[in-house]
């Protein structure tokens, strides 16, 4: 795939649809799909990739919808969408990944947590998440176990270390080897 034919920005509000159509394509999680918070990879004129920053009410946020068109992967497009996405970002971010996938998000500095660690919304969309796969499982579909990774300014994570001995309070938690 040519690479410069390929455009990364952000949504529009007409991007809705195709937005919705193609993390539908994938079974992901089908709620809040906010077009405000997307990225979308578009070549032609049609999307062919998009990832969001999901604002939870706790105020956590979370890496969500990743998505790349059959066609299209394997040309590092899920890349650019997670460069712009996280490019000059320094707030704490989660993400819900399958297990064996875990590893691909280190590049980012995500690190796989306890679940409990991870705020409460998240740690709800892991659990929604959980059980859809085992009725995927129960349809005969590959069950792959789901984690939870964090990503957070190198600066807060030092101090966070320290404060974690005397506690683990919201967002606060050893992180586990992935
Ligand atoms: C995952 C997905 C978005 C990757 O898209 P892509 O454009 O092919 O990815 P890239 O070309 O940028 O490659 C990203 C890297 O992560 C690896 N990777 C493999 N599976 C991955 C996964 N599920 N999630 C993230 N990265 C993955 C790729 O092998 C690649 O590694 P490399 O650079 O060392 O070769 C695409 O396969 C997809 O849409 N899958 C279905 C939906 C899905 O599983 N989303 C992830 C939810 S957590």
Redesign the pocket.
Known sequence: MDQLAIVVRRATERDQQAIRALVRS?R?NPTGLDWPNFIVALTGGRII?AVQMRKHTDGSRELGS???AKE?????????LIDTLLADDQKPVW????EP?AG??SRWGFIQIETRAAPAKVRRNHLMGSLARIISFVMRRPMRRLVILERRPAEEWTTRTSASCHGRGHGQGERVSA
């Open positions: 994938e992901l990739g990743l998505v790349v299209a992967r394997g040309h590092g497009i899920a890349s650019r993400l819900i990944a399958a996938n691909a998000y």
